[in-house]
């Protein structure tokens, strides 16, 4: 029998009320703008069969469709559904690439990002290009250009180092930083969308990788995120 | 400046979603009311476009966006301009946004709801910012 007292069950009921709230919203609040535009597209294309000739109306159907399956593939993931996971095999990548693809991919310029040095990761290119796109997504959404990322091998690792210059990170923000669903002080302050998903789901793939995850506060404001992978 | 009972209202829509200002675009175009003349990604680009040459009569404005948000650019907007109409055009929005948005004098409407509430927002907000100016 627990010994948990009346007040206790009553505190944690509250708690676990109090997170399922903040869950529901988060995730109530990134897809409802999807979600319009696709109705909104789908009802264009269905009162005027002729837009459908539009390429731009069908390209913004296929990436509205695929931003809504990558949100949920985001929750599974992160939520920790093994399901979901890639499944591609490792093979050897070149970083330099990879993370000039994944800004060009993010419609950003050139000239907002450096890269230093150089690596290569023996990692699975589906996973790989997840975990990119949310190191460039969290540094073009809640920082500032130039963002630099450094690349280089030590002890049998390859090491992705995203600087990305922004807001000042207090304490609660970096010790909360991988819990799902959670949202940073800046970020609600400046009333960004973003559901609070995008490191948790690097640190799945990066385990899932044979890799790791961590983050620190950047001198002057901002964020570096270190990524490592297997290094072939 | 066009008159909102003869002419087209001009808008400009401003949303830091690529497709979703394509969307809007495609639909606020399509009504013969309205001709949509400008749109921004961000509340630092809607301000550009307010302090340009020929600004729009009004503006559909969505609250989170990066760089400046919509609250703030509203706010800026309607005070250096204060016969532009102010539409913000939110996903969701709680007590707070209602406050803040009722506020700085916008009319709010939900993105789940039908465009014809967007379009007959526009026309009030014109409309009231004229008289109000």
């Not at chain 1, 990119?132 to 630099?148: E, I, K, M, S």
């Not at chain 1, 995850?213 to 002057?220: F, K, P, Y």
């Amino acid at each position: 029998m627990s010994d948990t007292s009346p007040d206790e069950v009553e505190r944690q009921l509250a708690e676990l009320d109090a997170i399922r709230r903040r869950v529901m919203n988060v995730i109530g609040h990134a897809l409802r703008t999807p979600m319009a535009t696709l109705r909104g597209l789908v009802e264009v294309v269905a009162k005027n069969p002729e837009a459908a000739k539009q390429e731009e109306l069908t390209d913004a159907l296929v990436r509205t469709t695929r931003r809504l399956e990558r949100l949920l593939d985001d929750v599974l993931v992160a939520s920790d559904v093994s399901t979901r996971l890639p499944t591609a095999s490792a093979r050897e990548v070149d970083l330099v690439q990879a993370v000039r693809t994944a800004w060009i991919e993010a419609g950003q310029d050139d000239e907002g990002l450096v890269i230093e040095g150089s690596a290569r990761a023996r990692v699975g290119n589906d996973a790989l290009r997840w975990i990119l796109f949310h190191l460039v997504d969290n540094a073009v959404r809640y920082g500032v250009q130039p963002v630099t990322v450094a690349l280089g091998e030590a002890d049998g690792m390859a090491r992705i180092e995203c600087r990305s210059p922004g807001p000042e990170l207090n304490e609660a923000d970096l010790r909360n930083a991988f819990e799902l669903f959670y949202r940073g002080e800046a970020a609600v302050m400046k009333n960004t969308s973003g559901m609070g998903v995008g490191l948790p789901v690097v640190a799945r793939l990066a385990e899932h990788s044979g890799g790791t995850v961590a983050i620190d506060a950047l001198e002057g404001g901002g964020v570096v995120t270190v990524v490592e992978l297997p290094a072939p | 400046m066009s008159d909102p009972l003869s002419e087209p209202l001009r808008i400009a829509v401003v949303d830091d979603d690529f497709d979703f200002r394509l969307l809007l675009r495609v639909q606020l175009d399509a009504l013969p009311e309205l001709s949509v003349v400008a749109d921004a990604g961000d509340g630092e680009e809607a301000v550009d476009i307010a302090r340009g040459e020929d600004p729009p009569d009004a503006f559909v404005m969505d609250l989170l966006m990066p760089k400046m948000n919509g609250f703030e650019a509203i706010d800026v907007i309607r005070k250096e301009y204060p016969e532009i109409g102010m539409v913000a055009y939110t996903a969701v929005a709680g007590a707070y946004a209602r406050d803040q948005v009722s506020r700085l004098g916008a009319e709010l409407v939900l993105k789940s709801g039908d465009p014809t509430d967007l379009v007959e927002a526009l026309k009030r907000s014109v409309e009231k910012a004229r008289s109000a100016s």
